[in-house]
């Protein structure tokens, strides 16, 4: 492995770079009437417009270059092959065979993957169809009306951005919710909204042995005994999904009601699998299965487009470009699509815990910064609240914009106007307004002269602030599909430049160990911690709170 600031590419991208950093992207567009066909490409569906960069063909040629060294090709091939590519965990990644819509003869481990996958999916449909179709009833004899999927991380991010990104396919009389949280408010809360009778808990956890899920996992079964008066209840309105049979037989799922994956599917990558049932519940399992072949679009995309033709590389080198050579730290994700609201928390998770890492595969420090803060809220509320620092603050935001040309739910001229605001925003953003345009503007206005000098500053807008717009026709099952598997692809590309391995996470077990050491002090079966003075000063407050309530602790 080689430390990615070695490659011959990253020189040239940093002389290149210090060349690019006074060009304008506005005198970019105006030298060059193609510029939108030039950096423009089309894939499963979706348009990607990265024109609005800081970027010439040569950058383009450098940044290709430089995926080369870093051996994406092979990379990509011992990924889509099936080898244990994560390293630190010993597994292979194939989240793209759940969703292999062709004929990949897919091996994990010598041995075809694909007969257990279309196994699960057809137990999948039997189980969803039955649900849907009033066949499945609670122990009441009444069809099931509520969803209550019961998973943290990988097991709740995917399956409830896609449900609520899906809404318009939901099955009339059918609603989806979903308890994550280990704070008892969430479930509290879902329980006192769903009837007893017609309600499905699905219990997700690829460990089974994740303590917010359990301990939620045992609220709500101990809820619905209560509710029914009978353990027999609990047959009739549990299933789990999991890798780990005897767990789900010992929490007392009959596993005739499991649905099964695999190792070489990472929590976050798992959406794909029959941890996306709350999914397939909702829209059925035909727009489940759009969903796959969308995403199976893009990954027959991204095998086979040569990079300067290939989307995921091209965002991924995008990213990388603004983070190692301009100093980003952060980059943006704004939907223009309110569907979409769950999308920055979904790859939130996906882009910082595949590579929020700071060690190569090989255990050596990193000579580069890696994966960047990701963020994002839908547009246009977020214009209304943080978009005055992308405009005008100190700090440099790639972001990506994303718009359907179709509103799922069209309303009077609503939609266009939605799309209008999205389009302004990126070329503000990239125009900005010069000095001598505010000038004007505030001369034409009848600006006194003093007062155009005290407020002329805070007119002039820098611009030359990237952004790539990603439209679709509408958000359909294949579509968003798509969408998702472009962004599983920008992070793995990123990963293999940077030499890192983005599909483990080590950096989450440090907090859950010391919170099971500071648990007991906190349950009253430990008085008299030891930890820092800082942990023992809270540990402390909180009894005091508890104790004497506010005005006392604060005397
Ligand atoms: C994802 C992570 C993590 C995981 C959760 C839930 O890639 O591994 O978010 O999904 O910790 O784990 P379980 O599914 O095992 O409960």
Known sequence: MTDCTRHKAWGALQAHSRQMRDVQMRDLFAQDEQRFEQFSLRAAGILLDYSKNRITAET????????????????????????????????AVLHTALRNRGDWAVQADGKPVMPDVLLVLERMRTFTEAVRDGVWRGFTGQRITDVVNIGIGGSDLGPAMVTQALQPYWQPGLRAHFVSNVDPSQMVETLMSVPAESTLFIVASKTFTTAETLLNAHVARRWLVEQAGDEAAVAKHFVAVSTNADKVRAFGIDTANMFGFWDWVGGRYSVWSAVG???????????????????????????TAPFERNMPVILALLGIWYIDFFGAQSHAVFPYDQYLARLPAYLQQLDMESNGKSVTRDGERVACDTGPVLWGEPGTNGQHAFYQLLHQGTRLVPADFLAAAHSQRPLDQQHEVLLANCFAQTRALMLGKRPDEAEAELRAAGMSEDALRALLPHKVFPGNRPSNTLLYDRLDPRTLGALIALYEHKIFVQGTVWDINSFDQWGVELGKQLALGIAPDLTGERRGAHHDASTNGLIDAVHAFREHGSDEADA
């Open 60 to 91: 383009l040629s450098l940044l290709t270059g430089l995926a080369r060294e870093a051996g994406l090709g092979e990379a990509m091939q011992a990924m889509f092959g099936g080898d244990r590519i994560n390293v630190t965990e010993g597994r």
């Open 277 to 303: 049932l709350p999914v397939a519940l909702l829209v059925g399992m035909n727009a489940f299965e759009q969903f796959l072949a969308g995403a199976h679009a893009m990954d027959e995309h991204f095998r």
